[in-house]
């Protein structure tokens, strides 16, 4: 009779180096056969999400596959045999099903000898890790122990190991895990089937439980009011998934402090701005708190502000209470934030030390963009564009900079109003027309479901964001913030809907070009 040896994870136990040897068809031991198939997986796949009606397809398929196979032992490796991993699908719960999972397989290959393979590793550890794969996705636990909370109350395998040997008895095999970097789950699970040392090559190690620092900056970045889009791309760049992709292309520095009021006729009635203008930047003599500008800015990701860092009551006149104030203001956050807040705390002022901190906040934006954009307040994107605005190293990254900078303050401008003015940000307009005549002239009134003038300022703006990776990603991520907040652009896309203004041709000028309900 053949023997079917399955490995039924749980997730965050090796499963996959098996996978990957089984597939890698470099391992050869006589009479054992690796069965790794598009099958096996998808058997899986529907025993983890409980559709064992669907699962009878595949089924049937492996068991022909165990049936036809020359060898006399079939090694089947599926990790969501066990089950979900806890989080996924916002269900918390360890792996509910796997003894009535083990037990609906072991009765569909009852014409072979079963057995069963279980991995007990470390608790604490096991948690880390899987909480780890929930961070890519999960968004409604936003720290460890919260995690941990949610799956259970102490170490749970004792439980779950007894299930399985009251339901499988001689038929189940606990396998060990260690944390020691010299482990290799391959050759413990081969030695347990074949009896003796297999000698396999090496792979590495994809199940170390993560780090503190690791943990804690994930936990933040979820954390953030950032896009969903810009916390992946920071949780890829940061698990190594794929690199920074922020390039930038180099041309003459601007002038600084900027130049005004050369070749340019100032009319009477804005004299006054004009001269507020030409103070916006003063020469300010200033201590150099700035690190070298060739740190290593990698280490500063896992460096942290201090928690607990008191409001200061001082001014920003001088750069060490506005360090001060910053170190308030990032308390708790990597000092790599607190660091680009410093730079643009010089690049605002004229100072001796420009030159340090614009290679700083380029470098930051360059080696770093992705992870500034998942932890960064909309309050700090704006100051980031403001900052290409007068020190982008070209002429895309100030224009866009600049575009980025007005539409941010005009949406922040009339935003403010309305709350002054005591309106809900979400609130549906009462009516569709104006009602009183502008008290701008020459500007054109428009009513709801007449106009394309929010979609075409947001197409503008996204087309100038492409003409730069750096400051564009900038602008792109503050566009897919307003696009899920509640401002002039939502508000005028859910009167629309509300009142059903479908007005030829603006039937689809939605301000982001799809209806509220699909955003």
């Not at 347990?192 to 933040?220: F, H, Q």
């Not at 003038?453 to 900038?474: H, K, P, Q, Y």
Request: include cysteine; proline fraction near 4%.
């Amino acid at each position: 009779m053949k023997t079917v040896h399955i490995h039924v994870g749980p997730h965050k136990t090796g499963t996959t180096s098996i996978q990957e040897m089984m597939r890698s068809k470099k391992v050869s031991v006589p009479d054992v056969e690796f069965l790794e198939s598009p099958a096996t997986r998808r058997l899986a796949r529907l025993f983890s999400s409980g559709d064992y009606e669907a699962a009878s397809g595949p089924l049937s398929k492996v068991v022909a596959a165990i049936r036809e196979s020359a060898a006399e032992n079939i090694v089947i490796c599926e990790e969501d045999f066990a089950g979900a991993l806890p989080g996924r699908g916002q269900d918390f719960r360890l792996y509910p099903n796997i003894v009535y999972n083990i037990t609906a397989l072991k009765s569909a290959f009852s014409d072979f000898r079963c057995v069963f393979y279980f991995t007990v590793r470390d608790w604490h550890a096991w948690a880390r890790s899987a909480y780890k794969q929930y961070q890519k996705h999960g968004l409604e636990l936003t720290n460890f122990q919260q995690y941990v909370d949610a799956v259970a109350v102490s170490d749970p395998w004792v439980s779950i190991v007894e299930q399985l040997k009251g339901a499988l008895g001689k038929n189940f095999r606990q396998v060990a895990y260690s944390e020691d970097s010299t482990f290799d789950v391959r050759a413990d699970f081969l030695k347990v089937i074949c009896g003796r040392e297999i000698e396999l090559p090496k792979a590495p190690r994809v199940n170390s439980s993560i780090s503190s620092d690791l943990l804690r900056l994930l936990e933040l970045i979820n954390q953030t009011g950032s896009s969903s889009f810009a916390k992946g791309r920071a949780k890829d760049v940061l698990a190594g998934r794929c690199r920074s992709k922020m390039t930038m292309e180099l041309e003459q520095t601007p002038p600084w402090p900027p130049i005004f009021g050369k070749d340019f006729v100032v009319g009477p009635s804005l004299s006054a701005l004009a001269e507020r203008t030409r103070q916006r930047v003063r020469m300010q003599k200033q201590e150099n708190l700035l690190p070298p500008s060739d740190i290593d800015l990698c280490s500063l990701q896992f460096a942290f502000m201090d928690a607990d860092t008191k409001r200061p009551n001082t001014n920003r006149r001088n750069i060490v209470n506005q360090a001060h104030l910053l170190m308030h203001s990032f308390r708790g956050q990597p000092e790599i934030c607190y660091l680009l807040a410093l730079t643009i705390s010089y690049l605002r002022r004229d100072t001796e030390h420009t030159g340090e901190a614009r290679v700083l906040f380029h470098r930051l934006w360059k080696e770093h963009g992705e992870f500034l954009l998942a932890l960064l307040s909309s309050r700090w994107l704006i100051s980031c564009l403001q900052t290409f605005l007068d020190h982008g190293e070209n002429e895309n990254q100030r224009l866009i900079g600049a575009a980025g900078f007005f539409y941010a303050n005009m949406v922040k401008i009339y935003e403010g109003e309305r709350l002054i003015e005591g309106r809900a940000p979400h609130e549906v307009y009462k009516r569709t027309s104006p009602s009183k005549r502008t008290g701008f002239s020459g500007l054109d009134r428009f009513s709801v479901g007449e106009t394309d003038l929010l979609l075409n300022t947001n197409v503008m703006a996204l087309e100038l964001a492409s003409r730069d990776a750096i400051v564009g990603s900038i602008l792109q991520e503050f566009l897919i913030r307003t696009q899920s907040a509640q401002t002039v652009f939502s508000r005028m896309d859910l009167s629309k809907e509300a009142h059903g203004r479908m007005v030829s041709p603006f039937e689809n000028c939605w301000s982001f070009f799809e209806p509220p309900t699909e955003q």
